[in-house]
């Protein structure tokens, strides 16, 4: 994993660098995908588990639907927050899907959802405004809170409660300094999923901040397996002017690398959403101006072919549960969503690998797993909370894959002393 960090590691020898990005922390996620490519690039056997994206490719018509607007001469700029028409499917699929009330204005087409993220943080906080952060949280939400000078405040859970906080503890971390929440389920990197009644118990306590906006984070919407419904908490009406959605196109409809996200903020008349418009005028302006027909493709069209990945989805959950279940000491919480597996493997730490590493902590148990025995998970350091103790383990690969390696990690593993 070094070798993509140390690349991203900036000294400050030659020139000024602010210090806002001097503690930028670079992303362990990109790393362990940046580290297999240069194993495989060695003409290694390296099984990832590492990517945080679909092995799928986009589907064909919306890729020709960009084509056919390319071709059609949609090369200029457009407007910022996105064409009409594109605004107005969203809201549509918002208000029909997700049961959010909405207007076309309260969309703002951003590129990825990361920036919706950036521009809704960007948009709501002051310097020691209060961000409460879940954790173990994707590793994007702090160092975002933190560019938009964000005071973070993290509310932690275990695997024994399915890495879901309680009504009592989001009670206990919210107070009058509180400005933005960042909800995700289902969750990267936990792959668990908050049940519609426990996502309404939680809005009853936010109900009591009129202050702070629940910035909810539905990336993996429609990834779910088994029999939990997605409920957006931008649907509760007592909550519903406290609520950004965050959505995009990168993990429904494997489409990563086109950059396209969105967020739909309804509250203060419409005011937060034109102010994250304003914010990306003087950033990105836009994105890709061939995206715009591409998203209407597949919010109106594509929902057979999500589907039938949101199944081959579920069948690899299994799978590498399964698996990782049959391993000793590995206690792992069964994935309910998003595409990963996010295993305990604290109780291997203290002891020695096949090949004669000291384990002390899971980014020492990922670097070895991936020299000793050619697997690459992601390290949890970086996901916050009690997430040192774990890694984390895309399924979004083939079952092939997935037994080959989860078999490679149950041989190294059962050898340890
Ligand atoms: N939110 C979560 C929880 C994610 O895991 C990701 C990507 O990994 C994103 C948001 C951002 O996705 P994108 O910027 O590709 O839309």
Redesign the pocket.
Same mark, same amino acid.
């Given at each position: 994993m070094a070798s993509y960090a140390e690349s991203m590691t900036i000294t400050n020898s030659t020139v000024c660098l602010s210090q806002r990005v001097q503690q930028l922390k670079p992303s362990s996620t990109l790393a362990v995908s940046a580290r297999v490519k240069e194993l495989k690039a060695q003409g290694l056997d390296v099984i990832g588990f590492g990517a #945080?994206e679909p092995d799928f490719d986009t589907p064909t018509p919306i890729k020709q639907a960009a084509i056919d607007a390319l071709l059609a001469g949609q090369t200029g700029y457009q407007p910022v927050p996105g064409t009409p028409q594109a605004r107005e499917v969203l809201a549509e699929k918002l208000q029909r899907e997700n049961g959010v009330e909405c207007k076309p204005e309260h969309i703002v087409i951003t590129v #990825?959802? !990361?920036?919706a $993220?950036y521009l809704a943080l960007q948009a709501l906080v002051d310097p020691g405004d209060e961000v409460i952060i879940m954790t173990p949280a994707?590793v *994007?939400y702090e160092p975002i809170a933190k560019l938009c000078d964000g005071k973070v405040i993290e509310i932690s859970t275990t695997m024994d409660q399915d890495f879901k906080i309680t009504p009592k503890q989001f009670e206990q971390a919210l107070t009058s300094n509180t400005k933005a929440i960042l909800f &995700?389920s289902p969750s &990267?990197p936990c792959g668990t999923t908050y049940t519609p009644d426990e996502i309404r118990a939680l809005a009853d306590v936010l109900a009591d901040h009129e202050q702070a906006v629940l910035i909810s984070?539905e $990336?993996?919407e429609k990834l779910i397996y088994g029999d939990i419904a997605h409920l957006s908490p931008g649907s509760i009406s007592k909550i519903a002017q406290q609520v950004i959605t $965050?959505n995009?196109m *990168? !993990?429904a409809y494997a489409m990563?690398g086109w950059?396209i #996200?969105y967020a739909c903020a309804p509250g203060c008349d419409g005011a937060i959403a034109k102010a994250m418009a304003r914010l990306q005028g003087q950033m990105t302006s836009h994105i890709t101006s061939t995206g715009y027909a591409a998203i209407i493709e597949a919010i109106t069209n594509g929902s057979e072919t999500v589907e039938s990945m949101r199944i081959q989805f579920a069948t690899r959950a299994e799978l590498m549960y399964q698996q990782l279940a049959a391993i000793p000491d590995l206690k792992c919480a069964k994935p309910t969503g998003a595409f990963y597996c996010f295993p305990d493997v604290s109780s291997y730490f203290g002891r020695t690998s096949p090949q004669g590493s000291r384990i002390e902590s899971s980014l020492d148990f990922a670097s070895a797993l991936l020299e000793e025995a050619r697997v690459a998970v992601v390290p949890g350091e970086d996901f916050g909370g009690c997430s040192s103790n774990h890694v984390r383990l895309s399924f979004a690969c083939s079952e092939e894959n997935i037994k080959k390696g989860c078999q490679r990690i149950s041989e190294w593993m059962h050898q340890f002393k």
């Open positions: #945080g #990825g959802g !990361k920036h $993220i994707w *994007s &995700n &990267n984070d $990336i993996y $965050i995009g *990168s !993990k990563t950059r #996200g």
